[in-house]
């Protein structure tokens, strides 16, 4: 196995992902929607998101019996423009795509749709969804709520998951308005990265159970599971660098997963039930599609995007700085970069591969890194 990192090319990355999901139980059709999530966030640099995640959450989660590899996929309330979906510990990101596509043919037909799911799991890259409702010409959001790391302003406990809360919007530009990100400062797999790449964190991201920052990244993530350490929220620790803001939004994405479908929430994501067992998730995530041509032509509408993003990217720049992103960007420059060359692994994710090539006995692979 190769001291180094070397790269992967996506087709080789994303073939290898769906034979280990089947390998593990997960149907073919399914299996191949699992590793297309994981490898779109590969492809926008997202690297907390995609082939990292594959073992640790996925297969991990299976073996260990908290997730199950064949999805029931439960419609247990409807309306014209609504749904609420029980997906019964199955697969996220099968759940996931279904029910924005629900969601999405609900706005093709009534101009807004809005799908909220309960007894989910990971569904990886949130902006995969929204994604799917750009190229049908519709603005797309989606939220879920996530195993408690975020201790509210003021706080100490991990009592709220990262809870993204995303966007996508399409534009007359080459990427869409594509934002992202979650409600803490960080999240766990940035960490995760920090972690396999041995480094410490920045101070901020982390608070301890004295109030102080942290930065021992490999005890963080031991003691997040244990609730003796916490994310902070947007904005940081207290007041002063509006953290009660990030607090609020991870406290709407809470509720918006939650509380429509009448499903899990705060310590009742934790994964481990009275006894100290491991248990499933049991998470919650909504997705909503809006049919752009209900308000305007959508021509109109990526022309307006696109200037308002034109003319934020061509502002004044501050000192030293020689470029304005607008969301999205970074991850298309990611994508520009690597479409040749593939997915970075570093050693740590080699040995997850090797070990799970030699599990799953498959042999068809032979990877850079073995040589």
């Not at 029910?99 to 809005?114: L, T």
């Not at 480094?199 to 608070?207: A, H, M, R, S, T």
């Not at 050693?347 to 799953?360: G, S, V």
């Amino acid at each position: 196995m190769s001291q180094e990192s070397c790269w992967i090319d996506f087709e080789t990355m994303a073939a290898f992902m769906r034979d280990v999901f089947i390998g593990v139980g997960v149907p073919e059709e399914d299996a191949a929607i699992c590793a297309d999530v994981l490898i779109a966030a590969d492809k926008r640099g997202i690297d907390s998101h995609g082939i990292g995640r594959l073992k640790p959450i996925y297969i991990d989660r299976i073996n260990l019996g908290i997730q199950n590899p064949v999805t029931e996929f439960e419609i247990v309330r409807e309306g014209p423009t609504t749904a609420v979906v029980d997906g019964h510990d199955g697969m996220g990101q099968v759940i996931a795509k279904r029910a924005m596509q629900m969601a999405i043919d609900k706005a093709k037909k009534f101009g807004m749709g809005m799908v909220a799911v309960r007894n989910s799991t990971h569904y990886g890259i949130a902006g995969y969804y929204p994604l799917m409702a750009i190229e049908n010409d519709m603005i797309g959001i989606t939220g879920t709520n996530a195993r408690p790391s975020i201790a509210p302003t003021f706080g100490v406990e991990n009592m709220l998951g990262t809870n993204p809360l995303t966007f996508g919007m399409p534009s007359d530009e080459n990427f869409p308005f594509f934002l992202d990100c979650a409600t803490s400062i960080s999240q766990r797999g940035k960490i995760e990265v920090y972690d396999r790449a041995g480094k410490d964190l920045p101070p901020g991201w982390v608070i301890g159970e004295n109030g102080k920052t942290r930065t021992d990244t490999h005890q963080i993530l031991q003691d997040l599971v244990k609730g003796t350490a916490a994310l902070t929220p947007l904005g940081g620790i207290g007041e002063d660098g509006g953290g009660y803001k990030g607090y609020g939004y991870a406290a709407v994405v809470e509720i918006l997963s939650a509380a429509l479908q009448q499903g899990a929430f705060l310590k009742g994501l934790l994964g481990f039930d009275e006894d100290g067992n491991r248990c499933p998730y049991r998470l919650g995530h909504f997705f909503i599609a809006i049919d752009i041509n209900a308000f305007c032509d959508p021509a109109d509408f990526k022309k307006t995007t696109g200037e308002i993003l034109r003319a934020m990217r061509s502002s004044r720049k501050a000192p030293g700085c020689d470029r304005i992103y607008t969301a999205g960007e970074k991850e298309h420059d990611a994508w520009l970069f690597r479409k040749d060359k593939g997915v970075p692994v570093n050693p740590a994710l080699q040995k997850h591969m090797t070990e799970l090539k030699a599990e799953l006995k498959l042999d068809q692979y032979h990877f850079p890194f073995e040589d």
